[in-house]
Protein backbone atom coordinates (compact mmCIF):
# COMPACT_ATOMS: atom_id res chain seq x y z
CA UNK A 1 0.00 0.00 0.00
CA UNK A 2 0.82 3.50 -0.44
CA UNK A 3 0.87 5.39 2.48
CA UNK A 4 1.12 9.21 3.48
CA UNK A 5 4.75 8.50 4.57
CA UNK A 6 5.75 7.22 1.13
CA UNK A 7 4.86 9.92 -0.62
CA UNK A 8 6.92 11.83 2.14
CA UNK A 9 10.27 10.29 1.74
CA UNK A 10 9.40 10.10 -2.17
CA UNK A 11 9.00 14.11 -2.13
CA UNK A 12 11.75 14.78 -0.12
CA UNK A 13 13.92 12.32 -1.89
CA UNK A 14 12.57 14.37 -5.44
CA UNK A 15 13.38 17.92 -3.91
CA UNK A 16 16.95 16.97 -2.64
CA UNK A 17 17.45 15.59 -6.59
CA UNK A 18 15.95 19.17 -7.65
CA UNK A 19 18.28 20.90 -5.65
CA UNK A 20 21.10 18.57 -6.39
CA UNK A 21 20.69 19.59 -10.31
CA UNK A 22 19.94 23.60 -9.57
CA UNK A 23 23.29 23.50 -7.62
CA UNK A 24 25.36 22.06 -10.67
CA UNK A 25 23.76 23.77 -13.07
CA UNK A 26 24.45 27.59 -11.28
CA UNK A 27 28.08 26.45 -11.32
CA UNK A 28 28.17 25.10 -14.74
CA UNK A 29 26.93 28.52 -16.22
CA UNK A 30 29.36 30.31 -14.28
CA UNK A 31 31.69 28.58 -15.10
CA UNK A 32 30.36 28.88 -19.02
CA UNK A 33 29.81 32.43 -18.55
CA UNK A 34 33.58 33.10 -17.91
CA UNK A 35 34.89 31.18 -21.02
CA UNK A 36 31.81 33.10 -23.08
CA UNK A 37 33.70 36.36 -21.55
CA UNK A 38 37.08 35.10 -22.61
CA UNK A 39 35.99 34.24 -26.18
CA UNK A 40 34.37 37.58 -26.37
CA UNK A 41 30.80 36.40 -26.84
CA UNK A 42 29.95 38.80 -24.11
CA UNK A 43 25.93 38.52 -24.65
CA UNK A 44 26.04 34.80 -23.91
CA UNK A 45 28.28 35.55 -21.17
CA UNK A 46 26.07 38.11 -19.30
CA UNK A 47 22.65 35.29 -20.11
CA UNK A 48 25.16 32.47 -18.41
CA UNK A 49 25.27 34.72 -15.52
CA UNK A 50 21.72 35.45 -15.46
CA UNK A 51 20.58 32.08 -15.50
CA UNK A 52 22.96 30.59 -13.07
CA UNK A 53 21.41 33.76 -10.69
CA UNK A 54 17.76 32.55 -11.57
CA UNK A 55 19.19 28.45 -10.87
CA UNK A 56 19.97 29.58 -7.52
CA UNK A 57 16.67 31.54 -7.08
CA UNK A 58 15.37 28.20 -7.81
CA UNK A 59 17.74 26.65 -5.59
CA UNK A 60 17.06 28.67 -2.25
CA UNK A 61 13.12 27.84 -3.06
CA UNK A 62 13.80 24.41 -3.14
CA UNK A 63 16.10 24.54 0.40
CA UNK A 64 12.87 26.45 1.66
CA UNK A 65 10.45 23.48 0.46
CA UNK A 66 12.73 20.56 2.52
CA UNK A 67 13.26 22.80 5.46
CA UNK A 68 9.02 23.27 5.19
CA UNK A 69 9.13 19.58 5.49
CA UNK A 70 11.16 20.02 8.80
CA UNK A 71 13.94 18.37 6.88
CA UNK A 72 17.55 19.25 6.11
CA UNK A 73 18.52 20.55 2.71
CA UNK A 74 21.46 17.96 1.66
CA UNK A 75 22.38 17.96 -1.72
CA UNK A 76 25.15 15.71 -3.66
CA UNK A 77 28.34 17.94 -3.84
CA UNK A 78 28.68 20.20 -6.86
CA UNK A 79 31.25 18.45 -10.07
CA UNK A 80 33.57 20.50 -11.03
CA UNK A 81 32.10 21.84 -14.94
CA UNK A 82 33.21 20.53 -18.03
CA UNK A 83 33.65 23.75 -20.17
CA UNK A 84 33.69 23.42 -23.80
CA UNK A 85 32.95 26.57 -26.37
CA UNK A 86 30.66 28.65 -25.96
CA UNK A 87 28.33 27.18 -29.01
CA UNK A 88 28.86 23.58 -27.17
CA UNK A 89 28.11 24.92 -24.04
CA UNK A 90 24.74 26.85 -25.14
CA UNK A 91 23.48 23.34 -27.32
CA UNK A 92 24.17 21.49 -23.72
CA UNK A 93 22.77 24.16 -21.58
CA UNK A 94 19.24 24.17 -24.26
CA UNK A 95 19.21 20.22 -23.81
CA UNK A 96 19.19 20.08 -20.29
CA UNK A 97 16.89 22.99 -19.81
CA UNK A 98 14.52 20.93 -22.55
CA UNK A 99 15.24 18.22 -20.32
CA UNK A 100 13.75 19.80 -17.15
CA UNK A 101 11.09 21.43 -18.55
CA UNK A 102 9.89 18.16 -20.52
CA UNK A 103 10.44 15.30 -18.07
CA UNK A 104 12.52 16.36 -14.87
CA UNK A 105 10.46 19.02 -13.48
CA UNK A 106 6.90 17.37 -14.70
CA UNK A 107 7.90 13.95 -13.01
CA UNK A 108 8.27 16.17 -9.80
CA UNK A 109 5.37 18.01 -10.01
CA UNK A 110 3.63 14.43 -10.34
CA UNK A 111 5.07 13.65 -6.92
CA UNK A 112 4.52 16.90 -4.74
CA UNK A 113 0.72 16.67 -6.35
CA UNK A 114 0.21 13.26 -4.78
CA UNK A 115 2.04 14.34 -1.58
CA UNK A 116 -0.61 17.85 -1.48
CA UNK A 117 2.30 19.91 -0.41
CA UNK A 118 1.67 23.62 -1.93
CA UNK A 119 4.69 25.35 -0.77
CA UNK A 120 7.20 22.38 -2.97
CA UNK A 121 4.40 22.35 -5.69
CA UNK A 122 4.68 25.77 -5.88
CA UNK A 123 8.63 25.83 -5.76
CA UNK A 124 8.71 22.99 -8.37
CA UNK A 125 5.75 24.72 -10.54
CA UNK A 126 7.65 28.09 -10.84
CA UNK A 127 11.43 26.26 -11.56
CA UNK A 128 9.48 24.49 -14.41
CA UNK A 129 8.03 27.36 -16.30
CA UNK A 130 11.24 29.23 -15.24
CA UNK A 131 13.59 26.37 -17.24
CA UNK A 132 10.95 27.19 -20.38
CA UNK A 133 11.98 30.48 -20.44
CA UNK A 134 15.98 29.63 -20.22
CA UNK A 135 15.96 27.07 -22.95
CA UNK A 136 14.24 30.36 -25.24
CA UNK A 137 16.39 32.38 -24.21
CA UNK A 138 19.64 29.93 -24.57
CA UNK A 139 18.26 28.89 -28.12
CA UNK A 140 17.90 32.69 -29.37
CA UNK A 141 21.73 33.38 -28.01
CA UNK A 142 22.50 30.34 -29.75
CA UNK A 143 20.92 31.48 -33.22
CA UNK A 144 22.46 34.91 -32.75
CA UNK A 145 25.99 33.58 -31.76
CA UNK A 146 28.05 35.06 -34.77
CA UNK A 147 26.31 37.82 -35.46
CA UNK A 148 27.47 41.49 -34.49
CA UNK A 149 27.18 40.94 -31.11
CA UNK A 150 27.04 44.28 -29.09
CA UNK A 151 30.53 44.50 -26.00
CA UNK A 152 27.49 44.94 -23.78
CA UNK A 153 24.21 43.34 -23.00
CA UNK A 154 21.35 43.58 -20.03
CA UNK A 155 19.01 40.78 -18.62
CA UNK A 156 16.86 40.42 -15.90
CA UNK A 157 15.83 37.89 -13.22
CA UNK A 158 13.12 37.25 -11.17
CA UNK A 159 14.28 37.29 -7.43
CA UNK A 160 10.83 34.82 -6.84
CA UNK A 161 10.79 32.40 -9.50
CA UNK A 162 14.39 32.76 -11.30
CA UNK A 163 12.76 33.84 -14.44
CA UNK A 164 14.93 35.85 -17.06
CA UNK A 165 14.05 37.85 -19.48
CA UNK A 166 16.03 40.50 -21.82
CA UNK A 167 13.33 43.59 -20.94
CA UNK A 168 12.29 44.78 -17.51
CA UNK A 169 9.79 46.81 -19.61
CA UNK A 170 7.16 44.73 -17.62
CA UNK A 171 4.53 45.30 -14.60
CA UNK A 172 4.43 41.89 -13.79
CA UNK A 173 7.14 38.82 -13.89
CA UNK A 174 5.62 36.39 -16.65
CA UNK A 175 6.07 33.20 -14.66
CA UNK A 176 5.18 34.33 -11.06
CA UNK A 177 3.26 37.73 -11.72
CA UNK A 178 5.49 39.53 -8.96
CA UNK A 179 6.27 43.05 -9.39
CA UNK A 180 8.58 43.46 -12.39
CA UNK A 181 10.05 46.16 -9.94
CA UNK A 182 12.13 43.44 -8.42
CA UNK A 183 13.61 42.52 -11.73
CA UNK A 184 17.79 42.09 -11.05
CA UNK A 185 18.81 43.67 -13.90
CA UNK A 186 22.44 41.59 -14.71
CA UNK A 187 25.31 41.99 -17.37
FE1 LIG B 1 16.40 25.92 -12.38
FE1 LIG C 1 17.24 26.83 -15.95
ZN1 LIG D 1 8.94 35.74 -11.23
Known amino acids: MYTTEDHGIELLKTLQDALSGELQAAANYQAY ?4 DLEGHHVP ?15 RNHVEAIRGLGEIPQPEPVRPPVVESTHANLSSSIAGEELERDSGYPRRITVASGAHESQSLRSLILAA ?35 VTDTNEIRFCTVCHGDAANLLGMS
Open 129 to 163: MAEAGHAQMFSDALGSLHHNSPAEARFFVCPTCGN
Open 45 to 59: AALFRSVAYAENVHA
Open 33 to 36: ARNA
